[in-house]
T-cell receptor, first 112, second 114 residues
Framework: ETGVTQTPRHLVMGMTNKKSLKCEQHLGHNAMYWYKQSAKKPLELMFV???????ENNSVPSRFSPECPNSSHLFLHLHTLQPEDSALYLC???????????FGSGTRLTVV | AQSVAQPEDQVNVAEGNPLTVKCTYSVSGNPYLFWYVQYPNRGLQFLLKYITGDNLVKGSYGFEAEFNKSQTSFHLKKPSALVSDSALYFCAVRDRTAGNKLTFGGGTRVLVKP
C-alpha cells in the first residue's frame, strides 16, 4: 500500500449509469490529482485540487465531475459516460514536489 | 513551461544486459527530476529523484539515473536487467519555480526477455 487508496479497483458501468470513484489519503498531503490512463494517452491530467480548491481542469467533459470535500478525500463522479471513457483512472497526492507524487493503484473502468 | 520527452516507446533488452531508458527535459529554471515505474493494472511507483547534489542518483531495485545539465537529460539505468523489470517507466520534471505540478513524459515500455 502506498498510502493512497482508490475504490473500487474495477468498475463496469452502462452508459446511462451514475457512479463515483473514491480516493483517500492519510499522508497529510495538501494536493490531490485525477489522471486518466489509456492506450492512446499514457497519462492525461484531468483535475488538480490544492487545499481542497480546484486549481486545474484540463478541458475534461462535464460528464466527469470531481469533488474534494476535505484534504483527505477526492471523488470523481461519473454520468452518461461513453465507451471511449474506458480507462485506468489514477489518483495521486502530494505535499511538496520535492518528494513527488504518491499514486493509488487505480480504478479500471469499463463503459459498456 | 516545462516538458519531458521519452524518445523511445519501447525498449527491448535481454536479461542480464544493461538497461537504459532515455529522458530529456525542458524547464526555465533548475529542475527536480523523477522516475516512476508502473506494473500492469497498478499505479505509478516512485523509483528515484534528483533534487540537488551528486549527479548520479541511486534508487530502488538497483536502478540509478544520471543528471546531465548540459544535455538536459536524466536517463535511467540498470547494469543488469531482470525479467521482473518489464514494466512501463515514466520520467517527470518539475520546475522549482512552477509550484507543485509535475509534468510526465509519455512513458517507455521495457521488455526484458529471458
Amino acid at each position: 500500500e502506498t498510502g493512497v487508496t482508490q475504490t473500487p479497483r474495477h468498475l463496469v458501468m452502462g452508459m446511462t449509469n451514475k457512479k463515483s470513484l473514491k480516493c483517500e489519503q492519510h499522508l497529510g498531503h495538501n494536493a490531490m490529482y485525477w489522471y486518466k490512463q489509456s492506450a492512446k494517452k499514457p497519462l492525461e491530467l484531468m483535475f488538480v485540487y490544492s487545499l481542497e480548491e480546484r486549481v486545474e481542469n484540463n478541458s475534461v467533459p462535464s460528464r466527469f465531475s470531481p469533488e474534494c470535500p476535505n484534504s483527505s478525500h477526492l471523488f470523481l463522479h461519473l454520468h452518461t459516460l461513453q465507451p471511449e471513457d474506458s480507462a485506468l483512472y489514477l489518483c495521486a497526492s502530494s505535499q511538496d514536489s520535492l518528494y513527488g507524487y504518491t499514486f493509488g493503484s487505480g480504478t479500471r473502468l469499463t463503459v459498456v | 513551461a516545462q516538458s519531458v520527452a521519452q524518445p523511445e516507446d519501447q525498449v527491448n533488452v535481454a536479461e542480464g544486459n544493461p538497461l537504459t531508458v532515455k529522458c530529456t527535459y525542458s524547464v526555465s529554471g533548475n529542475p527536480y527530476l523523477f522516475w516512476y515505474v508502473q506494473y500492469p493494472n497498478r499505479g505509478l511507483q516512485f523509483l528515484l529523484k534528483y533534487i540537488t547534489g551528486d549527479n548520479l542518483v541511486k534508487g530502488s531495485y538497483g536502478f540509478e539515473a544520471e543528471f546531465n545539465k548540459s544535455q538536459t537529460s536524466f536517463h535511467l539505468k540498470k547494469p543488469s536487467a531482470l525479467v521482473s523489470d518489464s514494466a512501463l517507466y515514466f520520467c517527470a520534471v518539475r520546475d522549482r519555480t512552477a509550484g507543485n505540478k509535475l509534468t510526465f513524459g509519455g512513458g517507455t515500455r521495457v521488455l526484458v526477455k529471458p
